[in-house]
């Protein structure tokens, strides 16, 4: 990044990644070279200005300047408020419409037609809630493969799009004249992971909407393990605040959208919890995660089936790939370094927002 940065001084990833990945090796020379990079200011309220911006903020977090750091982190979110399209008034919406379609009633109408698959293990969280730590801890096991965030399971029910109620109707029609689409979905999905991982072996999935899906996801892949993340909400608020997301995720750039996304999240997992057959939900806190691996993990393990492996309390020896912004994080042993990271931030923040004062 250093050699880019030489090569072309206003290269906004290499100004950005130089923070991003120094994890403590950032020194002067590189705040010097971002500080010029905005003197120029050649990327003027776009995505670059906001990249150098977090990668400044990052530089002042290692050299423990939070004050000028929490400047640099507002700075880049501004712009990316500026630039995104977030409704959360229509997600809100979207999920009081499942919350109507998928009842009991619903599930015990079609639980004949459920397709039975235990392979997939389904990871799913807020973003920055520990999915990524939970995926490489179980793709560290010898017969689990990691699919990361893929799409194979919103191409298999691609023919039904969101299960709108609309949707529904039309798995409806379909079952009345003698078809089983669950099943159908079913076959798809799982021909989809087997393409990916291999025939017959257990596969994780943790892409970021499949929340949204778990209703339909106990009637096309029913027996499969959902491993739900949860952590602390000001932890969350504060970790999203400071991550620039490289797609998706437009509310995460002001706490009063971050909390909102939380309690939104939080309230359709609820229903899930109280309403999918056999509660294949297995809630994991991150705290008690990273403080008490040796336990949690087995238990993560045996909720998916599996024996336990002791290779999977190392899940950064395993170098499995990772394309998330939680990469060099899990390329360090399990720590509690970040339980309360916030804090640092404590005396900015804690006036900001009810989220942190009541922390």
């Not at 793709?139 to 399971?153: D, I, K, R, Y």
Request: proline share 5%; with cysteine.
């Amino acid at each position: 990044f250093r050699k880019t940065v030489r090569l072309d001084p206003n290269h906004a990833e290499a100004l950005e990644y130089l923070g991003y990945l120094g994890r403590g090796k950032a020194d002067d020379a590189d705040l010097a070279s971002i500080d010029r990079a905005l003197e120029h200011n050649a990327h003027a309220g776009q995505l670059g200005e906001a990249a150098i911006w977090y990668g400044k903020a990052r530089v002042l977090e290692q050299k423990t300047d939070f004050e000028k750091a929490l400047d640099a982190y507002d700075r880049g979110a501004a712009i990316m408020r500026s630039l995104a399209t977030s409704n959360l008034d229509a997600m809100e919406a979207y999920v009081g419409r499942l919350k109507t379609s998928f009842t009991p009633a619903f599930f015990e109408r079609h639980k004949k037609l459920a397709y039975s698959n235990k392979l997939p293990i389904f990871i799913i969280g807020v973003p920055r809630s520990g999915t990524t730590l939970v995926e490489t801890a179980l793709a560290a096991h010898p017969q689990v493969s990691s699919a990361g965030e893929s799409t194979v399971l919103r191409l298999a029910t691609l023919p039904y799009k969101s299960f709108e109620p609309s949707d529904l109707e039309n798995i409806d029609a379909e079952i009345a004249s003698g078809a089983n689409p669950w099943a159908e979905l079913g076959v798809a999905m799982k021909k989809g992971y087997a393409d990916r991982a291999g025939r017959g072996r257990r596969v994780t999935e943790k892409n970021l909407g499949h929340h949204f899906l778990l209703g339909a996801v106990r009637l096309i892949a029913a027996g499969a393990a959902v491993i739900y993340c949860r952590r602390d909400p000001a932890a969350t608020a504060w970790s999203c605040y400071k991550t620039r997301f490289s797609s998706g995720n437009e509310w995460s750039y002001d706490f009063d959208s971050i909390v909102r996304y939380q309690e939104i999240y939080s309230d359709l997992m609820k229903h899930w919890q109280e309403t999918l057959p056999g509660n294949p939900i297995l809630e994991v806190r991150y705290e008690d995660l990273v403080s008490r691996p040796e336990d949690v993990i087995p238990e993560i393990l045996a909720h998916a089936g599996l024996k336990f492996e002791p290779r999977c309390l190392s899940p950064h020896e395993a170098q499995l790939p990772v394309m998330t912004a939680s990469m060099a994080e899990v390329r360090q042993p399990i720590h509690t370094a970040s339980i309360s990271g916030w804090r640092r931030y404590e005396s900015q923040l804690v006036g900001r927002h009810p989220v942190f004062t009541a922390a």
